[in-house]
Each structure stands twice: as C-alpha cells, then as structure tokens.
C-alpha cells in the first residue's frame, strides 16, 4: 500500500540512533549492532538531502571591518538496507557526501578575501547481529581542498592544503528485552590514517614554492549503553555515548595546528507513540564536543570541528507517519536549528575564542519500501 509520510525535523540528520532497543520507525539505523535482531520490520531505502549552513564568528581583530562569515553547502545521498529481525540480522548503509564551503573576509586594510573549501567523503558499513551479539564493521574516507588567499603582491598569505584521511570502524554490542525493559550497551574503536600536503607561496612575488607532505593517524575508543522501555504502542529510551581514549600520532615538524580531539559525549532521549494509522516520535540529544557519527565526517570537520570539551549544542527532533506500516512509502523532511558557541577561529590562529553563531537548514527526499 503506498503511503506518504512528512517528517519536520530539527536537526542536520534524518535518522534517529537506537541503543537499548529497536524504533518503531522502520528507517532508523542501529547505533548498537546488538539492536538490530530487534527490528520488527525489514527496509530499504533511497534518500537525498541538502544541507545549508550560515556561521558568523565575530573575531574581533583590529585589521578587520565586521564578523567572518561562511557559508556550507552540503549535498548526501544515501542508501540504506535493514533486514528483519527474530534471528541473524543484516543492516547495509552507503553514505555520499560532497560540500563546498567559503568564508568571507571584510578588511579595509588587507583587503576582502575568501576561503574557500571543497570536501568530499564517502562510508561503507554493514551490521551482523547474531541474537546476542552484533558487530559492525565500515570504513570512511573524507578529502578537502582549503585555499586560502590574504592580502596582495609584496604582502601576500597565500597557501594551499589538501587533506585526505580514511577511516575504519569496528563496534560490538549487545541488547535484549525482558518484559518490557530493554537493555542495550556497545564499545568501539575507531581509527584514521591521514595525508597533508601543504603548498607554500612567496609573499614577496605570489609564486608557488614548494610542497610538502606529512602523514599522520588517530584512534579514538569508546563506548555506549542504554536503558528503555518497549511494548506495541510506547517506547521510551535514555542512553549515552562517550569516547574515553583518544591518541594522535604526528610529526614535529607539522605545519598547522592539528591537536588531539577533545573527550566527547552525546545523551539522548527518544519517545515514540504508536497507534494504529499514526506513529510519532521525538529525540532530544545534547552533544558536548564533537561527538559524531562516522557518516557525518563532513558536518564533523568543517562545522563543528572547532568546538572544545566544554561547547554543548541540543538537538531535537520529531518524526511521524501515516497509514500502512508496510509497503513503498515516500517522505520528507525539513529541518532548521542555531547554536551558540565560542570558538577559535581556523583563519587566524591565536588561541582566542570569539563568539559564533552558526543557523542551519535541511530538506531532503526519500522511498522506502517496508517489508
């Protein structure tokens, strides 16, 4: 039976993350491997999503006239593939991403430049839940251009940096329901191996000098659990996900500031009422530092990249459908969100945090086909 669901969110994502037991909504993934046997439903679907973002960081230096602004646009498609449960279950998710970003500078003095970056990644993951336990293996890799220009010929800032970096992710976990309370918990580790290559310009003439490569890697451990309750019309869940062991390896030389990742957190709350044509649900996360899912490493980097142990952020989202629960469906979502921080700013390095406000706004497509 065809369906049409509209889903308003707010939020840069479309999905809500499951630890201690399965949604009722048959397109959300498993953040717990373990969860996954739960899922009453099997689902495939298809999804594209554009994400803009608006950031003003109000660095107050004295060579410039008014706040940096920037803009990020952000295009994803995914694919996305659970089986049903009551036994060895599969999830399958391809995730696409490519976003070009600029940053305006205003400077009587220096004159007005931009900073403009180009990033592409791609993920490949999968899920095998056996019942008790359930392991979850992908890989990520992420690649961005940052060309940046200041001032002119004799006085010229002028450098390229072409970053690349693959990621590997294994998660196990386990979860099981007992009349009603559902248990969920999982530890994982993930890892990157990464590229820089840096091109220096002659102030003095604008010609390009040489360029330099550096290598480096990163491992970053952590875990995650959650308690809820579940039966045919509620469910209900508190959980937490925490990284507790971060390490970067580089060289001494490197030419920019690359530092080891601040500890992070994410706590999320879900409810969902299910009746018997109408289905709705709400999640509210707060995320301090920069927790993030691996196939969000471009909102990660050139977002929210800045943000230290201390910064917080909140998101909520809701989600409803209608009608049959199984058959092709389509559906929609927009989404709208604003956070508040303070921030070091990637342009002009000087250990100082200066007040940012960044807005953003998503839409996004899907069909799906519940079975």
């Known amino acids: 039976m065809l369906k049409v669901a509209v889903i308003t969110l707010v939020l840069i994502d479309t999905v809500f993350a499951q630890i201690a037991s399965s949604s009722f909504f048959p397109n959300m993934k498993s953040l717990n491997p373990g969860v996954s046997h739960l899922r009453e439903q099997g689902f495939l679907s298809a999804n594209y999503a554009v994400t803009n973002v608006e950031k003003t960081h109000d660095v107050t230096l004295s060579s410039l006239d008014s706040p940096i602004k920037t803009e990020l646009s952000l295009n994803k498609t995914t694919f996305f593939r659970a089986g049903k449960g009551r036994g060895p279950t599969i999830e ?3 995730d696409k991403e490519s976003a070009e970003k600029k940053e305006d500078i205003k400077s009587s003095s220096l004159g007005d430049r931009t900073v403009e970056t180009e990033a592409e990644s791609s993920y490949y993951g ?15 890799d992420y690649s961005y ?7 002119s ?5 002028a450098r390229d940096l072409i970053w690349a970096r693959d990621y590997s992710l294994l998660k196990i976990g386990t979860a099981f329901k007992f009349k009603g309370i559902t248990l969920g918990a999982f530890s994982f580790v993930q890892k990157s191996d990464g590229s820089l290559d840096y091109t220096f310009y002659d102030p003095t003439t604008g010609n390009k000098g040489s ?14 659990f959650g308690i809820g309750y579940s039966n045919p019309a509620l469910h209900l869940e508190l959980s937490l996900e925490k990284t507790n062991s971060q390490s970067l390896s580089k060289p001494s030389d490197f030419p920019v500031d690359l530092s080891q990742d601040p500890q992070a957190s994410r706590i999320s709350t879900v409810a969902e009422v299910k009746l018997k044509w109408f289905t709705i649900g709400m999640r509210v996360r707060k995320i301090e530092g920069n927790f993030y899912d691996l196939e969000d490493i471009i909102t990660a980097n050139l977002l929210y990249n800045e943000m230290s142990a201390s910064d917080s952020r909140t998101d909520t989202t809701f989600n409803f459908s209608f009608g049959s629960q199984k058959g092709l469906s389509f559906s929609a979502f927009y989404s709208s969100s604003e956070v508040n921080t303070n921030e070091e700013s990637d342009i002009f390095a000087n250990d100082e945090l200066y ?6 706004t998503a839409y996004g497509l899907s069909m799906s086909y519940v079975y």
């Open 153 to 157: 010929i004799p006085n010229l800032t």
């Open 211 to 224: 360029t330099e490569n550096y290598l480096f890697n990163t491992e970053t451990k952590g875990y995650g």
């Open 355 to 360: 007040a940012a406000s960044t807005k953003t």
């Open 92 to 94: 399958l998710l391809f």
């Open 126 to 140: 999968g899920i095998l839940d056996l019942g008790f336990i359930g392991v979850q293996v992908a890989q990520a």
């Open 145 to 151: 251009d940052y060309i940046f220009r200041v001032g």
